[in-house]
């Protein structure tokens, strides 16, 4: 508790620091995007508050290769990799300062300051976004790290589409390079998995079963702004590519990010996804749509919809360096507690919840602490990844959080 009182006091005088100089306008009078930090010196922002009604571009990965789409050297890897992220952002229509979030995955946990910095360099004093880190392998063979970004964007190219595609040469293959989300209601849906030994027909199935939730809220693939696979192997873009182009007969695919995972042989990868949402807007700011035939759960939603309000992104939440399982869950849901305080929402009101584990006692204290904090008829939709690891060393789970001000 003291701890937790500590953290809202810092984010209470932060706040008020930070949010009126950090703000980035958008594309609506009177609304702002604000940022939370931890600390006056923090290399990112905890938390950005988005409005509900802002666009938001969602990239693909980026890779660090070349004019030939060749990996290049390990020195060159950051500063290339951010040089197409921002040549990716400018041609969709906005600016690297008003990235949102960006998730990394990234294979050399001494490269994540180094990254920070590399981005602060190029912001050049404009506030950094969220930052949420996975450990492991990315897709790309040689490739030491992977981005995909959140962006802000004033306007859509498209009036009146509530998600529009963009491809770009160089950047992916048969699927966009980033999708335009405009604003207003969203879904999120849960990783969904269906068993086979073999990747091809899982993966088949499993978006079959997506396809399936979305006609259930009354919505088609043309409404996804954003597929995220968690996959084994993690170079498995090319299958995973191939079953998501025939998916979407002969349409072009929405932005797809791939990350590394340990599973069962028999479940070889699971799909989470985010899709635009034209049902009537509820009487709450979020909802939890069941899917059935899906089972519910007391501790994730099958689905979350965002009706109104702004979305809260947390940066991917590390507990205390060194401690043990439990005190590193329990450290992260004191210092999410306190930025949903600060951001005017709570746990009643999140809409997405990823869980990168790497430490097996961190995840039996997941499995202990989530039905004495989340209310089991409004869990957030959510996905688990046991993972290589957080690329932080000492730790063994990273927690992001879509969360919605009510």
Known sequence: MRRDMALTTRLTALFLLTAAAAASPIAHAGDEIRRLRLEPDQAGAAAVIVPLQTNLIHTTQVFPVDELDRVVAEAQQIETTLDRLDRLILASGSHLADVVRLHVVLGREDWREPLRAAL??????????????????????????????????????????????????????????????????????????????????????????????????????????????????????????RELAAFYEGDTPPPLVLVGWKSPATTPIEIELIAA???????????????????PSPVFSRSARVNRGSLVYTSGLLGPKGADGAGQVQGIFDDLRGLLTE?????????????????????????????????????PAASKAIVPGVASPGRGIEIDMIAVTP
Do not use: C
Request: glycine share 10%; no cysteine.
């Open 120 to 241: 602060a360099k190029r912001l050049g004093g404009a506030e950094a976004p969220a930052w949420t880190f996975v450990g492991g392998t990315p897709a790309r063979p040689g490739a030491i790290l992977a981005i995909d970004a959140v962006v802000s964007v004033a306007e859509s190219p498209a009036p009146g589409r509530r998600v529009t595609k963009g491809v770009l040469t160089g950047f992916t293959k048969g699927s966009a390079a980033f999708s335009i989300l405009s604003g207003g209601p969203r879904v999120f849906i849960s990783g969904q998995a269906e068993q086979d030994a073999d990747l091809a027909t899982a993966t088949r199935q499993t978006l079959r079963s997506l396809g399936d939730s979305l006609r259930t809220l009354g919505l088609g693939r043309e409404h996804v702004a954003q597929f995220k696979a968690f996959v084994q192997p993690a170079d498995s873009t090319d299958v995973v590519e």
């Open 277 to 295: 949402s034209d049902a009537p807007a509820g009487a709450d700011a979020v909802e939890y749509p069941p899917l059935p035939p899906l089972k």
């Open 343 to 379: 951001a005017g929402s709570d746990f009643r009101n999140m809409a997405k919840a990823t869980y990168y584990v790497s430490d097996p006692t961190a995840d039996a204290a997941l499995g202990a602490i989530r039905p004495k904090l989340y209310d089991p008829a409004r869990p």
